[in-house]
């Protein structure tokens, strides 16, 4: 079946602008989380969702971060105000429901975010 | 709180050599590990897990993993790598019982030489 898919593949933003990142999770998964992959650095967690419980933002690094998740399918993260140091990939996964008392999860391909 | 420590920043072997790569947790609960694999140009797949039981777990491709609990680690071995190996491998840490969010090492970068 279809696996988790982001877009875009690659985004390049001038300092300041505002972008949106989506994820589409497998059909069926209940959980979706959202990382920030760094160059050389391991993947960094922001945000996870579960059904229709309230979000877990803990990883989120300023209030400049935001995501929401319509329908508890897709979901959108967004950053206001670019800054240089934003640039990273940004991966989605998500996990079936018989899944998440296990945390596997399954991961998109990522967003290439550029900030210049 | 989590941490997850991979002591080999990057692994350099030649094709058939052994591998073993290493990942230390820091957590005083009961975990559910993994090792993911991300292929150059590729998204990251799983190449193993753990969650109960035989501590020594098979995964895909020839890779196996071994958990101790008493030295908190869950290292990855492979008897002989491929040039397809290249890749970079990412240890993972989640609490057990809990659906939440996976903390990560920085990664390994392994390159085979052909």
């Known amino acids: 079946g279809a696996g988790v898919s982001q877009s875009p593949s690659n985004k390049v933003t001038e300092k300041g602008k505002d972008v949106e990142l989506r994820c589409d999770p497998i059909?069926?998964?209940?959980?979706l989380y959202w990382y920030r992959q760094s160059l050389g650095q391991g993947l960094e967690f922001l945000i996870y969702?579960?059904?229709?419980?309230?979000?877990?933002k803990s990883g989120l690094p300023s209030d400049r971060f935001s995501a929401e998740r319509t329908g508890g399918s897709v979901s959108t993260l967004t950053i206001q105000r670019t800054q240089q140091e934003d640039s990273a990939v940004y991966l989605c996964?998500?996990?079936?429901?018989?899944?998440?008392?296990?945390?596997?999860?399954?991961f998109g391909p990522g967003t290439r975010l550029t900030v210049l | 709180a989590q941490s997850v420590s991979q002591h080999n920043h990057h692994v350099i072997l030649s094709e058939a050599a052994s591998l073993e790569l290493g990942c230390n947790y820091s957590?005083?609960?009961?975990?559910?590990l993994f090792w993911y694999v991300q292929y150059p140009g590729q998204h990251l797949q799983l190449l193993l897990k753990?969650?109960?039981?035989?501590?020594l777990v098979k995964g895909i491709k020839g890779f196996e993993a071994e958990f101790i609990k008493s030295k908190f680690s869950f290292n990855l071995r492979k008897p002989s790598v491929q040039w397809s190996d290249t890749a970079e491998y990412f240890c993972?840490?989640?609490?057990?019982?809990?659906?939440?969010?996976?903390?990560f090492g920085s990664g390994t970068q392994l390159t085979v030489l052909p």
């Open positions: 753990y969650f109960s039981g035989d501590p």
């Open positions: 059909s069926g998964h209940t959980a």
């Open positions: 957590y005083g609960g009961t975990v559910n």
């Open positions: 993972a840490v989640g609490s057990s019982g809990s659906a939440r969010q996976l903390t």
């Open positions: 969702f579960q059904g229709n419980s309230a979000p877990d």
């Open positions: 996964a998500s996990s079936p429901p018989q899944a998440t008392t296990y945390n596997e999860q399954f």
